[in-house]
């Protein structure tokens, strides 16, 4: 089992910054994913950025290119947020995801509200 505490959510207003903190802890393989997701009401849960354990680029959704940035600390992950918009207002959730002999492993944190406001 992985435990995900995620921290940093808040208000701010449209142009202001957060910092999202996701503390992985628990049977953590050596190879996952650490990722944030956000769900706006009405809205699917989407992908805004994640990154690998072994290296390689950080993947973005196209919204949040330039303004946000994703970056992991062993295994605790950050999401740099400027700039930011009032239609980035929503839950963010930290995911960690893993696989093993076949086997995925999808882990996600609580939630944690960030409202945009002008």
């Known amino acids: 089992q992985v435990q995900l505490v995620e921290s940093g959510g808040g208000s701010v207003q449209t142009g202001g910054s957060l910092r999202l903190s996701c503390a992985a802890s628990?049977?953590?393989?050596?190879?996952?994913?650490m990722g944030w997701y956000r769900q706006a009401p009405g809205k699917e849960r989407e992908l805004v950025a994640r990154?690998?354990?072994?290296?390689?680029s950080p993947v973005y959704a196209d919204s949040v290119k330039g303004r946000f940035t994703i970056s992991r600390d062993k295994n605790t992950v950050f999401l740099q947020m400027n700039s930011l918009k009032s239609e980035d207002t929503a839950v963010y959730y930290c995911?960690?995801?893993?696989?093993?002999?076949?086997?995925?492993?999808?882990?996600w944190g609580q939630g944690t509200q960030v409202t945009v406001s002008s």
């Open positions: 628990g049977n953590i393989f050596s190879f996952y994913t």
């Open positions: 990154i690998g354990s072994g290296g390689g």
């Open positions: 995911n960690l995801f893993q696989r093993l002999m076949g086997n995925d492993y999808d882990y």
